[in-house]
């Protein structure tokens, strides 16, 4: 029942690269900035990246900068991080988030609609 369903997960050695795929459920939310959150064990979520409704700005977490690609495909309803240079740190639940507002909101309680989360583990 989720409004935004993911997909592309699963468990990798350090170095490997994985892509995540999210598919908004309805059209209208092609027009909301998204972003990806992270989730570990004992952890609250952290931001990862965010992306403006038009794909034309982004912003990334430290810790991600220069490795993570953040894009969208709005025709489709489809948001992508697309994840490099893994390391054993960025295993995590990630989440595709979507809500009206600015695109470089990175607070989870901001977004309204959620995916269901998906794995990535990073072997080390």
């Known amino acids: 029942q989720e409004q935004l369903e993911q997909s592309g997960g699963g468990v990798v050695q350090v170095g490997a690269s994985l892509k995540l795929t999210c598919t908004s459920s309805?059209?209208?939310?092609?027009?909301?900035?998204m972003a990806w959150f992270r989730r570990s064990p004992g952890k609250d979520r952290e931001v990862v990246a965010g992306?403006?409704?038009?794909?034309?700005?982004?912003y990334y977490a430290d810790s991600t900068k220069g490795r993570f690609a953040v894009s969208r495909e709005i025709g489709e309803n489809k948001v992508y991080l697309q994840m490099n240079t893994l390391r054993p740190e960025d295993t995590a639940v990630y989440y595709c988030?979507?809500?009206?507002?600015?695109?470089?909101?990175?607070?989870?309680?901001?977004?309204?609609?959620w995916g269901q989360g998906t794995q990535v583990t990073v072997s080390s």
């Open positions: 992306i403006s409704a038009n794909g034309v700005d982004s």
């Open positions: 309805r059209r209208t939310y092609s027009w909301y900035p």
């Open positions: 988030a979507a809500g009206q507002g600015s695109y470089y909101r990175q607070d989870p309680r901001m977004y309204d609609f």
